[in-house]
């Protein structure tokens, strides 16, 4: 082949691919910016939601204990409720019976001590009367346990299928929360050292260093955060010795075991901050890993979520992780355009 034809090939391959790719660029050009701006705007916003959760700050005398408390503290889950109200009745029912036995010992010892009854009676059988104390207490039994029955069924009733699951794990002596339906990351909850007393956990910061903080010996550096109003799966289990997760202000114990999992439904009824402690002897520090649980209104929910990496909503994949693929089909037609008429060109040429 002579110089002239190499050189008029070369040509007309290189206006066949200019001829090819242009066409291409000019269809397919729209479309890749679409996808660029599609992940830019699902990569603001979850930026934008990604730095808008600060920590609640907890209300003094709510969820945590008080100086001098003789009482339940205030309840916040409808068990809770329940139960708190089963105890006071219990109490007035253990008053009144105690009152009424306290009552007949007074009778007996005011009326039938030997100076005022000198001869006391023969009578050994009141067909009526030990009638009257036998069924009695039976049905004073049967009326305690028909609500309290209730209760036990209300405490371990499933959770619906669709309800957020968290699962706990007790450690020596920290707690870890996962969240496998957002995305499968951890926290990880040590409590706040206490200022002029040796240091408990090293590396974390002291209690009120932090507008939000709550009481010294229950606040943690990273709280179990929850939705509000809505079931929640629990999941417990240990690490290494039995623990026991409990917070009183939300009606909710239960055992950490090695190598089993625990289930229990959590519902908080309104946003606020709950502490609890292990109730489980579990060793040198046992004192010394609190649980605090901060309840969410679920839009507030979805934004902390979103700041821990991998974060999604409820089984969602992360916004940055869908907007990736988007943009692998806008640049492919353009490949594939291009390169069917450059081989022509140069076959044409030869």
Known sequence: MSAGRVGKALGLSAIGLLAAAVPSFAQDAPAAPSALATGAANGAAMASSAGSYTPMAPTPGIGMPVDGGLNLQ??????????????????????????????????????????????????????????????????????????????????????????????????????TYGYPDNGDFEVISNMLNIPGEPTI????????????????HLEVDNRMVVPAGEPIRLQITAADVIHSFAVPSLWFKLDAVPGRINEKVLFIEKPGVYYGQCSE???????????????LPRDKYNAWVLTHAGGAIDGQKPATTAAEPAAAPAAAPAGDASEAPAGEATAEAE
């Open 281 to 295: 002897l579990c060793g040198a520090k046992h004192g010394y890993m609190p649980i605090a649980v901060e309840a």
């Open 201 to 216: 956990n090293n590396g974390v910061r002291e209690v009120g260093s932090k507008p939000w903080d709550g009481p010294s």
């Open 74 to 175: 205030a309840q916040f889950s409808p068990t809770g409720v329940y139960g708190e109200w089963l105890h006071h009745g219990l109490l007035w029912v253990c008053a009144i019976i105690s009152l009424f036995v306290l009552i007949l010992l007074a009778i007996i010892i005011v009326r039938f001590n030997r100076r005022a009854n000198p001869v006391a009676s023969k009578t050994s059988h009141n067909t009526v009367l030990e009638v009257v104390w036998t069924l009695l207490p039976v049905l004073i039994l049967v009326g305690i346990a028909i609500p309290s029955i209730d209760l036990i069924a209300k405490q371990y009733k499933p959770a619906p299928k669709t309800a957020l699951t968290v699962k706990i794990t007790g450690n020596q002596w920290f707690w």
